[in-house]
């Protein structure tokens, strides 16, 4: 995928990324945010209904195969399991549709976005960076809190830890456009839910667990058979806002099934593999089309910079510091 071709842009996504270091350290080898994860491969199958709603390829084959990611939240590679800051949970999904071919969904386990717009969300991780440290009130980041308040509800929303990335929802952070064949448009957001229920742990119960107990949980639960989960697509109705993640749309919108995942292994040489995979925010795919969420080029190019990045570290770095994972 190529760079944005508008130059402030790209600085902004650099921005950003010099931002994630500031406040997590560098880590060569590492994504800047959701440094700890882990890569599964399994299948999807697309549901009856979703042929209705896009002509993309993945939905007219029978199944396809997929690339999947869990991680925890911020920059650190060792952050502990159990670390309230390690919620919201991250997913990425790569759906293989060629050799070199390929498209995207990626997600967390909060619905929505801390703010509407990029130069923002910088204004945002500045305002943490200068809060660290400060005791008296009203703090850098009380400041930006206090004049968004789109900000403050995602801050203040539950992130209960899961039992299991495998007991998790996930939520498509941007709404997408999505094309039928005969050229009907709906927009549509992402959800993933697990097959198995979603199970979150109490404050102290995630306490008493194990740093990498997460991780291990995973490792156990695929050895006795494939974990699935169902992904849905919220659809938009006329009026719904589709260009800001801030926004919630009504839970009373339609939830149309779009196929289940079945992820039945450890992909092999993981930190290898991580290292190098970058995902993409756009689809760039044919019956699946961004929406004018301001967020999605710029991601797009947080992704690409970081990747590169990530590329061009020593991959005895990356392999020595998962292997707690």
């Given at each position: 995928m190529p760079l944005p071709s508008d130059e402030k842009l790209v600085q902004l996504a650099k921005d950003l990324i010099g931002q994630f270091d500031t406040l997590f350290g560098l880590h060569p080898g590492f994504r800047p945010a959701h440094a700890k994860g882990i890569l599964l491969s399994g299948t999807f199958t697309p549901s009856p209904q979703?042929?209705?709603?896009?002509?993309?390829?993945?939905?007219?084959?029978?199944?396809?195969?997929v690339t999947l990611r869990f991680s925890n939240s911020t920059g650190l590679p060792l952050l502990p399991d159990n670390d309230p800051n390690a919620d919201p949970r991250g997913i990425a999904i790569r759906f293989h549709l060629a050799e070199r071919a390929h498209t995207d969904i990626i997600g967390h386990s909060?619905?929505?976005?801390?703010?509407?717009?990029?130069?923002?969300?910088?204004?945002?991780?500045?305002?943490?960076?200068?809060?660290?440290?400060?005791?008296?009130?009203?703090?850098p980041i009380e400041k930006f809190l206090g004049s968004h308040?789109?900000?403050?509800?995602?801050?203040?929303?539950?992130?209960?830890?899961?039992?299991?990335?495998?007991?998790?929802?996930?939520?498509?952070?941007t709404a997408m456009r999505f094309l039928s064949r005969d050229g009907a448009a709906r927009y549509g957001?992402?959800?993933?839910?697990?097959?198995?229920g979603i199970v979150h742990l109490s404050a102290e119960s995630a306490k008493a667990k194990g740093a990498n107990f997460l991780f291990?949980?995973?490792?156990?639960?695929?050895?006795?058979?494939?974990?699935?989960?169902?992904?849905?697509?919220?659809?938009?109705?006329?009026?719904?806002?589709?260009?800001?993640?801030?926004?919630?749309?009504p839970d009373s919108r339609q939830?149309?099934?779009?196929?289940?995942?079945?992820l039945a292994a450890k992909v092999p040489d993981d930190a290898h593999e991580q290292q190098r995979t970058i995902f993409d925010p756009i689809p760039r795919?044919?019956?699946?089309?961004?929406?004018?969420?301001?967020?999605?080029?710029l991601r797009a190019a947080v992704y690409l910079l970081s990747g590169r990045r990530r590329r061009e570290a020593?991959?005895?770095?990356a392999s020595t510091a998962t292997s707690a994972d």
């Open positions: 979703a042929a209705a709603l896009t002509r993309a390829p993945h939905i007219a084959r029978p199944s396809t195969p909060t619905d929505g976005f801390p703010t509407h717009t990029g130069q923002e969300f910088l204004e945002f991780l500045r305002a943490v960076a200068a809060s660290q440290g400060v005791k008296t009130s009203p703090t308040p789109a900000t403050l509800a995602f801050i203040q929303a539950p992130k209960p830890s899961p039992a299991s990335f495998a007991t998790e929802q996930y939520y498509g952070v957001r992402y959800r993933i839910v697990p097959a198995a291990d949980e995973l490792a156990q639960r695929i050895a006795k058979g494939p974990i699935r989960f169902d992904i849905q697509v919220q659809l938009a109705e006329k009026g719904d806002v589709v260009d800001d993640a801030t926004i919630h749309w939830l149309l099934p779009f196929g289940t995942l079945a795919v044919d019956g699946i089309e961004p929406s004018d969420d301001p967020l999605l080029e020593p991959e005895t770095q």
